[in-house]
């Protein structure tokens, strides 16, 4: 058997238990004398609340209990914001569990039941009266920053929670100098997230020992402990926070929610294991939200296609409240990366951070950065269209040159590795992009709208250095940990403090392992998600599992085997240095036949019978793994649509893409996360969008009204792969999560304006709805 | 006032199964909660994302969308019996080879559409596949790797019967 499993297609580990339906997802746990809670929630987007009579409900059959605003004080602190970008004038407004005397969103809890059952608790709710006095609500970010706009929070004025800027180089000299000034204005609408797993909470206080254990549904479970521990006051070390399977997060469960404090206190008060479980149209309106920008933006560039300056405005909205990293998202992810793939002399960007009266904004995958991917690339397919240029040559004339070990650009941050132009030119060769050219010179003959839409991309990610993290205000490290342990069969556990939920870290940890030391990947089982048997950690998002927690890994097994080679030297009476090391066999250098296996030396580590001196007893190592640098894959993307003229409909037909996330662990689990990020990207563009209506009415409030890509409207995706490793990880790898949806949205939007072009339409507002894209034809005619 | 309930039989993974349900308990609720077959998941409760999707009497069902008493005297099918005695079945064999899923939530009700799809039509066309499971939501997957799986599972068994 050939033990380097690095780079194997292998099955994934994760996956016998959930193709049988046997594998527990929150909602699928039951504890005996367990209760459900029911969340009531403000139907009004900002309203005083005069009063709450809970009598009625208190008396229905099965309710244990109510709670509100009052049965919370001095049981629940305020749900913290844990990402306070300094020089920004942020200002926390009170985030409370239960609403006070005012809510701010539809959505905004008022109440809750707990009942017997999930039905009696929902009954419940219909027999608590609140009597509200409605307010002025405001919906867009832009409009929420006028003077006259309904405020928000009496500590935040203008509603504006921050004020982040961005200055590298001189931005007054590129645009006083450019030949070619362009200006767009880009609506990011926001988004719903729509894992597929509404969100859960599952509590269980055993008020005897003052111990809690939570079940919930999140994507980091040591953040969540942390938060819970500072909301409720349970200490850490009684508080036991389990992700079991997870259906999918997206970064809608990263933040920790009012719900969940609120259960948790119900099991604190009752005494009983309470279960709280979202219904779909409750994770429309109270989990969190994506993008919702309103942007500027502004390019200056010469008459050669050099872009030489970028200038932009962001509005960015963040809900009622700021929700745990909700600040960092447009500015540090998303102004820092305004470079993108070029080197681009002088950028300026004011981001303002504005409350509305709507669901709270936070990390939407590739958060904040295919904002900004956005931002530039249907830039430069304008500037290519100017200067009547090919989109792929604008980005060859501005494209940092190929670097493996570092370079700097004008935000300030220093990329890893990269190489840019290698990633477009082979999208240009698999795409057969001359010959797609060709075909659309055709069908435009024929009166038909082929378009074709290019993209290329770096993105930040495997966050990050703590030490950045603590200058960036982020509230917590962002390092990783890994514990190998080796028993005496020579069969490993390993405990990782990242929480996958999809991403099939079972599979590739176990196979970093196997190329590490020797063993078959089914003899390494990856525990993940429990507070109480895993080390610290900071949690599944900004593909970082594998970028830092993989890190840790390799770390931990080289630890393990220099160990395991202290050992075996003693066993074969050897000096440490005649030792070598292959395939999981340790051997006197140049004899292989004298050699003990990493079996073998694992059964003498732990029955120690023989070990060298100094040499403790056991097979295990454990690491703290803080990367010196963030990673920055990148890659080129093309989608080609054919719009209809008569109808508006868009037809997505190809879908290319070239990603380079460095050496792949497992291929197919990056083929995985690249189709599924594409399709989330793709979504954007062509039919997801939250609407609110002026009073803050979520009218996209189910599934029905909420496009999600399904399969019948998608083509298969053509994923190619260049390798650049990142020259900081021990493994040379980048993050794969992010990267479909940062570049998939700008593709298929410069793919439709492409295809639109002849017939004069200069700009469409996503999503491309076939009304929309009709409407915009009709208008360019008239005009 | 607790409300009545009602005694229902019926065939659930070929065993008979007898259960009390209050007359608005939905199938799924029921499967989930009184039957323990935790399979089947709510996605949306309004027959919208094809998550607790189960087969009755040959057809294809949104178990959130039916009344438990309504499944009386009627056969069904769910994820933890899309196996039958096998011990997997082809297309949860495929979907295992062709890493079909990813956080799994989705998964019970792929492969419980796609069985229905294939009990009828045993040799469908790309097209139809996707049609057929647009009724299916994936957040995960960007489908692509479950088309396959379905296609691949069609040529297995086409070749095994
Ligand atoms: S839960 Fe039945 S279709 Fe979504
Ligand atoms: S695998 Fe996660 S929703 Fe389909």
């Known amino acids: ?783 | 006032m607790m409300p009545k309930k009602s005694y229902v039989q019926a065939v659930i993974n070929g065993e008979s199964r007898e259960f009390l349900c209050e007359p608005r308990q939905t199938l799924l609720e029921v499967l989930r909660e009184e039957l323990g077959l935790t399979g089947a998941k709510e996605g949306c409760g309004d027959g919208n994302c094809g998550a607790c999707v189960v087969i009755q009497d040959g057809r294809l069902v949104c178990s959130c969308l039916e009344l438990a008493v309504e499944s009386a005297g009627t056969e069904i099918t769910t994820v933890e019996g899309v196996a039958g005695r096998q011990e997997l079945h082809p297309l949860q064999q495929c979907f295992l080879e062709d890493a079909a899923l990813q956080c799994g939530i989705c998964t019970p009700g792929f492969l419980v559409s796609a069985k229905a799809l294939l009990d009828k039509n045993p040799d469908p066309s790309e097209p139809e596949i996707r049609l057929w499971l647009a009724n299916n939501l994936c957040r995960c997957t960007g489908y692509d790797k479950i088309v396959r799986a379905v296609e691949h599972a069609a040529e297995r068994m086409r070749q095994e019967a």
């Open chain 1, 1 to 783: 058997m050939t033990t380097r499993m690095f780079g194997s297609a292998i099955r994934r580990r994760e996956d016998p238990r959930l193709i049988t339906g046997s594998a527990l997802y929150t909602d699928d746990m039951t504890l005996p004398g367990m209760l459900h809670a029911a969340m009531l929630r403000s139907p009004y987007a900002h309203a005083r609340i005069r009063s709450i009579d809970a009598s009625a409900a208190l008396e229905a059959e099965g309710v244990v209990a109510v709670y509100t605003s009052a049965d919370a004080e001095g049981e629940l602190n305020p749900v913290p914001c844990a990402w306070l970008l300094p020089n920004s004038g942020l200002v926390v407004a009170d985030y409370p569990s239960l609403a006070k005397d005012t809510v701010r969103y539809v959505g905004d809890i008022v109440a809750v039941v707990v009942a017997e059952t999930r039905y009696q608790a929902y009954d419940a709710l219909d027999l608590i009266d609140v009597d509200y006095d409605p307010l002025p609500a405001v919906t867009s970010p832009e409009q929420a920053a006028q003077p006259d706009a309904p405020q928000l929070h009496e500590n935040v004025p203008g509603n504006q929670a921050f004020h982040w800027t961005l200055t590298g180089g001189d931005v007054e000299a590129a645009f006083a100098n450019a030949d070619v000034v362009l200006h767009e204005h880009i609506v990011q609408q926001r988004l719903i997230p729509n894992a597929m797993e509404t969100r859960a909470t599952l509590a269980h206080y055993i008020q005897a020992s003052g111990e809690l254990t939570v079940w919930n549904t999140t994507q980091n479970p040591h953040i969540l402990r942390f938060v819970s521990s500072a909301v409720t006051g349970v200490p850490e070390d009684r508080l036991r926070v389990i992700a079991p399977e997870v259906g999918g997060g997206f970064g809608s469960k990263i933040a920790a929610y009012p719900a969940d404090f609120i259960t948790m206190l119900c099991s604190k008060k009752l005494g009983r294991p309470v279960k709280w479980a979202e219904t779909r149209s409750e994770n429309y309106q109270a989990t969190t939200h994506g993008r919702d920008h309103v942007q500027e933006v502004e390019l200056a560039a010469t008459k050669d296609g050099k872009i030489t300056g970028l200038r932009a405005k962001v509005w960015s909205g963040m809900g009622a409240y700021l929700s745990l990293a909700a600040p960092g998202i447009p500015t540090i992810l998303h102004g820092l990366m305004l470079s993108g793939v070029y080197d681009i002399p002088a950028i300026q960007e004011d981001v303002y951070g504005i409350h509305t009266n709507t669901t709270p904004v936070e990390a939407y995958r590739g958060a904040g950065r295919p904002e900004a991917t956005f931002m530039l690339e249907c830039l430069v397919d304008r500037l290519a269209k100017e200067l009547g240029l090919d989109p792929a040559e604008v980005r060859r004339r501005n494209f940092i040159p190929a670097f493996d070990n570092g370079h700097p650009v004008v935000t300030g941050l220093t990329y890893d590795s990269g190489n840019y132009q290698g990633a477009l030119d082979k999208l240009l060769d698999k795409a057969g992009y001359q010959d797609l050219r060709r075909q659309q010179a055709e069908a435009r003959e024929n009166g038909r709208y082929l378009g074709l839409g290019l993209a290329t991309y770096v993105e930040i990610c495997g966050l990050g250095p703590s030490q950045v993290a603590g200058a960036i205000g982020f509230q917590g490290g962002l390092w990783e940990s890994a514990i190998v342990r080796f028993h005496p069969s020579g069969k490993v556990h390993v405990f990782i403090g990242a929480s996958p939920h999809g991403q099939g870290e079972e599979t590739t940890f176990a196979q970093i392992i196997s190329s590490e030391l020797g063993v078959s990947p089914d003899d390494v089982k990856v525990v993940h998600g429990d507070t109480d048997n895993t080390p610290m950690g900071w949690g599944t998002y900004g593909s970082r599992t594998t970028a830092v927690g993989g890190a840790a890994l390799a770390v931990t097994a080289r630890k393990i085997r220099d160990k395991a080679k202290i050992i075996a030297a003693h066993l074969l009476e050897a000096a440490v240095e005649d030792m070598d090391y292959e395939d999981g066999k340790f051997f006197v250098k140049g004899s292989p036949d004298q050699a003990k296996t990493i079996q073998e030396v694992a059964l003498m580590a732990n029955v120690a019978w023989n070990m060298p001196a100094g040499v403790e007893a056991g097979l295990e190592a454990s690491t703290f793994y803080d990367p010196p640098n963030f990673v920055y894959p990148f890659g080129a993307h093309l989608a080609v649509v054919e719009v209809d003229p008569e109808t508006g409909q868009v037809d997505l037909q190809r879908y290319v893409c070239v990603d380079d996330c460095g050496p792949q662990i497992n291929p197919m689990i990056v083929e995985g996360q690249v189709h599924g990020g594409v399709v989330q990207g793709v979504g954007q563009a062509l039919w997801e969008g939250a609407v609110y209506d002026e009073d803050g009415q979520l009218l996209t409030g189910a599934m029905l009204d909420y496009a999600i890509p399904r399969a019948d409207r998608l083509p298969n995706i053509e994923v190619h792969s260049t390798v650049t490793p990142s020259p900081h990880h021990p493994l040379g790898v980048k993050g794969i999560g992010e990267a479909g949806t940062i570049a998939s949205t700008v593709a298929v939007y410069n793919a439709v304006m492409d295809a639109v072009a002849p017939l004069g339409v200069q700009r469409i507002a996503m999503p491309f709805t076939p009304e929309r894209v009709w409407r915009a034809i009709q208008d360019a005619k008239e005009a």
